[in-house]
């Protein structure tokens, strides 16, 4: 049978709220019995139950992380850095390789069945109107280019090289963003 929250306190000799507060690390407890609690709840195994907590908080804590593509760098090193500072805080991220795919994402966005508490999205799909509407609390990640005049580079720049050729350069390169979306 699991160890409750009602043994560990018999066995510490406090009080439920004692040994919730000392699970939760709330303050307002001696030093002396947060680590009688912990000794108590380390002897006899105990582990919090994610479903009661979940009924009581009203919380998972579980939150979504779409990216379009793991396999680019960008994209593992974000999912690195959230997974790590997620874990500082206590919190579990259910990555989701959406591949840019709209509907992907507003899946995503939708809660996907539930057990999130919110998403972080580096939507290729959807935008900004899309996750004002969304189930629960989210988070786009990435550039987000507002109304804009749409530029046909490869004319711009011959144009450029050009004039910098007729007014004397001989070199000249040309640095730009990798073409592929997200990138």
């Known amino acids: 049978m699991a160890v409750t929250m009602q043994d560990v306190a018999a066995a510490a000799g406090v009080s439920v709220k004692t040994v919730s507060r000392v699970v939760n690390d709330q303050p ?3 030093p002396d019995k947060r680590e009688r609690v912990l000794a108590v709840i380390a ?3 105990y582990q919090l139950n994610p479903a009661a907590r979940t009924l009581r908080t009203g919380r998972s804590g579980v939150i979504g992380l779409g990216l379009p593509d793991l396999r680019e760098p960008y994209y593992a090193e974000l999912a ?4 790590e500072q997620a874990g500082r805080r206590g919190l579990t991220v259910l990555v989701d390789p959406t591949g840019g795919d709209r509907e992907r ?3 995503l966005l939708g809660g996907r069945g539930g057990g999130l508490d919110g998403v972080l999205l580096y939507a290729l799909g959807v935008g900004a109107d899309d996750a004002a ?3 629960l609390p ?3 990640l990435g550039e987000r280019v507002g109304a804009s005049a749409p530029v046909d580079v490869d004319p711009a720049v011959a144009a450029a090289v ?3 050729v007729e007014i004397g350069r001989r070199r000249v390169a040309v640095l730009g963003a990798d073409p592929r979306p997200g990138s």
């Open 28 to 30: 307002h407890i001696s």
């Open 43 to 45: 002897d006899l195994g």
């Open 80 to 83: 690195h850095a959230v997974l």
């Open 105 to 107: 994402e507003l899946a």
């Open 133 to 135: 509407g969304a189930a």
């Open 138 to 140: 989210a988070v786009l």
């Open 162 to 164: 050009a004039h910098l």
